[in-house]
């Protein structure tokens, strides 16, 4: 019986070309885009990836955009968002053959991140409720839903201490059909990039990619202070 589990989601190592190919086949260009690993990227690679004004966000987009769809200016109920982003990570299991497959399941992402003023936890606990409203909104629970994450990220000058230790302790999970049509998670993270500092709730792997400093953000685990990458995202 031959078994096989298989993803859509793409690696953040990403399709990086050759400088020296890269610089001939496009002399004439101002300036090349590179990957998480510095790795000049074919053009072609950006064509559906936007430009943020805002320097920092657009090199946070470009270790996102090899797993997330990726949008800027966004809306949704009355708040705005710098960058959103969307992914989803579909599995099946195979018997013999690609055709006879069962075991289907799907996990999404939905990321919102905006720069603020100041990071409180007021506004974090608002970002909460909009995460439960669009869950009620955009979740359609099924046999084949695993899970779907609401993942908000705030861009501010510091992380206060009160915000730090809401971030680190927060974990909010909701089970659907008592799990029977999996789960939903809103997750949340603030960065301060001037300060190179990162926090992050415990199942916020996404804020990775905003620690450009090369550092991990600081979040609770449940041996207490622990730090991880994604290597999709960091590489």
Same mark, same amino acid.
């Given at each position: 019986?031959?078994?096989?589990?298989?993803?859509?989601?793409?690696?953040?190592?990403?399709?990086?070309?050759?400088?020296?190919?890269?610089?001939?086949?496009?002399?004439?260009?101002?300036?090349?885009?590179?990957?998480?690993?510095?790795?000049?990227?074919?053009?072609?690679?950006?064509?559906?990836?936007?430009?943020?004004?805002?320097?920092?966000?657009?090199?946070?987009?470009?270790?996102?955009?090899?797993?997330?769809?990726?949008?800027?200016?966004?809306?949704?109920?009355?708040?705005?968002?710098?960058?959103?982003?969307?992914?989803?990570?579909?599995?099946?299991?195979?018997?013999?053959?690609?055709?006879?497959?069962?075991?289907?399941?799907?996990? %999404? $992402?939905?990321?919102? &991140?905006? #720069?603020?003023?100041?990071?409180?936890? !007021? /506004?974090?606990?608002? +970002?909460?409720?909009?995460?439960?409203?669009?869950?009620?909104?955009?979740?359609?629970?099924?046999?084949?839903?695993?899970?779907?994450?609401?993942?908000?990220?705030?861009?501010? %000058? $510091?992380?206060?201490? &009160?915000? #730090?230790?809401?971030?680190?302790?927060? !974990? /909010?999970?909701?089970? +659907?059909?008592?799990?029977?049509?999996?789960?939903?998670?809103?997750?949340?993270?603030?960065?301060?990039?001037?300060?190179?500092?990162?926090?992050?709730?415990?199942?916020?792997?996404?804020?990775?990619?905003? &620690?450009?400093?090369?550092?991990?953000?600081?979040? !609770?685990?449940?041996?207490? +202070?622990?730090?991880?990458?994604?290597?999709?995202?960091?590489?």
């Amino acid at each position: 019986m031959a078994r096989e589990e298989r993803g859509e989601a793409t690696d953040a190592a990403g399709g990086g070309a050759d400088p020296d190919t890269a610089a001939a086949a496009d002399a004439d260009a101002d300036a090349y885009r590179t990957d998480a690993q510095g790795r000049i990227v074919d053009g072609a690679a950006y064509e559906d990836v936007p430009v943020w004004d805002d320097e920092f966000l657009d090199r946070v987009s470009d270790r996102l955009m090899f797993n997330y769809d990726l949008d800027r200016d966004y809306r949704v109920r009355g708040e705005s968002f710098d960058l959103f982003g969307t992914m989803r990570i579909a599995s099946q299991k195979e018997f013999f053959h690609p055709s006879l497959d069962y075991a289907n399941h799907h996990s %999404d $992402e939905h990321l919102f &991140a905006r #720069r603020v003023d100041r990071a409180s936890v !007021r /506004e974090l606990e608002r +970002l909460v409720e909009l995460g439960h409203d669009l869950a009620d909104e955009w979740v359609e629970g099924d046999e084949e839903h695993y899970g779907t994450d609401f993942s908000f990220v705030l861009v501010a %000058d $510091e992380v206060p201490e &009160a915000v #730090r230790e809401f971030v680190v302790d927060f !974990r /909010e999970r909701q089970l +659907l059909k008592y799990g029977y049509y999996g789960h939903y998670e809103i997750n949340l993270g603030v960065v301060a990039p001037d300060e190179e500092t990162a926090v992050a709730s415990r199942e916020a792997d996404a804020v990775a990619a905003f &620690a450009l400093w090369d550092d991990v953000p600081e979040r !609770r685990g449940r041996r207490g +202070l622990v730090s991880r990458i994604l290597g999709k995202l960091r590489g």
